[in-house]
């Protein structure tokens, strides 16, 4: 276990007071003010105040997620009763993630690069064209034969080595195997997201750093080409780095400390977390009926598993789904009462929408869903932004066959 080997000065932890700490995010908002390509770039410090636990954190550390994974196993220790941690499923994204998704918004982040594979920069609302998750998402799977990618509300990575998942590809086209996106040590990074990553680094004139020791390569390189290509590298994190000598700023603070007083030197409002989900609703008449489908993405219209049970109510037709795909066929028209049942790792209740299926007619319906995880309350607002796309996704599934 070669990446646990590392001396007690490494693992030590250092603390800016509150006046240094002023004094570097001033810094900070001075540079973000006048960048012109600003990246963020994060490693798995940016999760730990969700209840994440880190990987390198020493026996002694300050954080209240105890030490990291790697320094446990090279002790070989258990996690202490003491220590404060959650699961990647209910951990709620950190203030730092969501003032990256604000600065993102406002066009003064231009993306983020993230070794984490927590997936809460995803879950906190990051578009895809602004996350580039270099060492993959434990709740994102890929077919291995077409490359389309399912997003799941349940871990999708087994930690076997070839990645297997044991499901298959949705399209009867292809019907490919779908494999985990988790990158191991050895093996490549998605070249994609890579070469997005450089392509960014190449631009960037500030990079901030968060919570990343900066020893894993190749993800390392981009901080580290921004600071060579003579642009600002800031680093946040309670450790040294090997990139500490290459720093226009060093400041020694945990992640949120160093975003609430960013945002309000900013005067921007970190926003509080919600909860964001789509489900399309759609109607079709077939040889045998009228049919119904129901189909979770994300607001990016990308297939989403969040459903765990959804029930069909339609006179004396009731209809109980506990797995994708969700569909019911129905003679002649009516409203029929959805009730969708989630995974509820945030304590998500169960919503329950009408909706007009006549027959004959086809109809399609998207819904915008927003649960805020403080009130326990959902809002929802009908969307038609992506109908058509959404529609041709359900076409080319295995419902098309009934």
Known sequence: MAHTARDDEDKKEYFDSHEELEIKVDKLATLVKKSKHFIAFTGAGVSTS??????????????????GVWEL???RQARGGAHKTTSTQKAIPSPTHMLFVKLQQEGILKCVVSQNTDGLHKRSGLPKQALFELHGNSNLEKCDKCGHEYLRDFPCCYGTRNHLTGR???DVQCGGTLRDTIIHFGETLPVDALKSSYEHGSKADLCLSCGSSLTVTPAADIP??????????????????PLDRLASLRIYAKCDDVSRLLAKKLSV???????HRKLIVQSLPTKNGQRLDVMGTDVEGRPFSYLRRVEFSLKEIIKSHNTEPVWMLHKGSGTVMITVHFH?????PPIAISFDSDEG?????????????ITGKWSIAEDGGHSDQLADQLKQTKLNNQ
């Open 50 to 67: 969700t209840g994440i636990p880190d990987f390198r954190s020493g026996m002694d550390t300050k954080l209240e997620t105890g030490p």
């Open 168 to 170: 298959n590809c949705d």
């Open 224 to 241: 580290k080409s921004v600071a060579e290509n003579r642009g600002d590298l800031v680093i946040v994190n309670l450790q040294r780095t």
């Open 344 to 348: 509820g790792h945030y304590g998500e």
């Open 73 to 75: 196993q090279a002790h």
């Open 269 to 275: 409002e970190i926003p509080n977390f919600q909860l």
């Open 361 to 373: 007619q086809r109809r399609q319906i998207g819904y915008l869903l927003k649960y805020d995880p």
